[in-house]
């Protein structure tokens, strides 16, 4: 079965400072992942996606992601966190065959806070 | 583009009680998701559809919940008899289709059962 891992509940960082969210999966085969932010009161909104080439995906708001294959990893940076920033970040990993039940799955979301 | 719209926004029921949501989902996407979020865990798939048929359900409890989509567009999920474990934020979402496409979601249906 698949999965998704956000091993931080929560991260703080100064408004400017670097930002990461880190993401481990789990899947049979080629993953096809994505990053969501959720803020208060509303849906999720997508990010960026990684589906193949490129292993650093850029995407909205100056977010971008490194996908790792060795260490199934695909955590979330920002060179410069601003203090709307602050929201509930979502991973989520999907597989790339084409079979019966293959669904999204997200991990339990990282909120992030950046401290003016 | 109008995005994926849901309602009601909020709903209070009884334990016992029905309770029935709708989704209209971004018009083309033939993709369509309910997801059901309990507060402080990531979203899980209930259901999808691709057009009016399912794809999976497998994590839809069938015995309480049931959704449809008739003609390939709106959706309704129902919950009857509503359980306390039941509330819940449910989202629904659609995509094209394809298992590469990011999903569009809703603001969400807040679902408290007392």
């Known amino acids: 079965a698949q999965s998704v891992a956000q091993p931080e509940d929560q991260v703080n960082v100064a408004e400017g400072n670097p930002l990461t969210v880190k993401c481990t999966y789990s899947?049979?085969?080629?993953?096809?992942l994505f990053w969501y932010v959720q803020y208060p009161n509303r849906g999720l909104q997508f990010l960026l996606k990684?589906?193949?080439?490129?292993?650093l995906v850029k995407g909205s708001y100056g977010f971008e992601a490194e996908f790792n294959k060795s260490q199934t990893s695909f955590h979330l940076k920002k060179p410069s966190a601003l203090v709307s920033d602050s929201a509930l970040y979502f991973c989520?990993?999907?597989?790339?065959?084409?079979?019966?039940?293959?669904?999204?799955?997200f991990g339990g979301g990282t909120r992030v806070l950046v401290k003016p | 583009e109008a995005g994926v719209a849901q309602s009601p926004r909020y709903k209070i029921i009884e334990k016992r009680q029905s309770v029935a949501f709708w989704c209209n989902p971004i018009?083309?996407?033939?993709?369509l998701y309910w997801y059901q979020q309990i507060l402080g865990q990531g979203p899980k798939l209930l259901i999808q559809?691709?057009?009016?048929?399912?794809?999976?359900d497998s994590q839809l409890p069938k015995d309480r919940f049931s959704a449809e989509r008739l003609k390939g567009v709106d959706s309704t999920l129902k919950i009857q008899p509503a359980k306390l474990e039941d509330s819940a934020v449910y989202l629904c979402?659609?995509?094209?289709?394809?298992?590469?496409?990011?999903?569009?979601f809703g603001p969400g249906t807040r679902l408290t059962v007392t």
């Open positions: 979402a659609s995509s094209l289709a394809g298992g590469d496409a990011e999903q569009y």
């Open positions: 990684y589906i193949t080439g490129d292993n």
């Open positions: 899947v049979s085969g080629n993953p096809y």
């Open positions: 989520a990993v999907r597989a790339s065959i084409k079979a019966a039940g293959n669904k999204l799955t």
């Open positions: 018009s083309g996407h033939a993709t």
């Open positions: 559809f691709q057009n009016n048929g399912v794809v999976d």
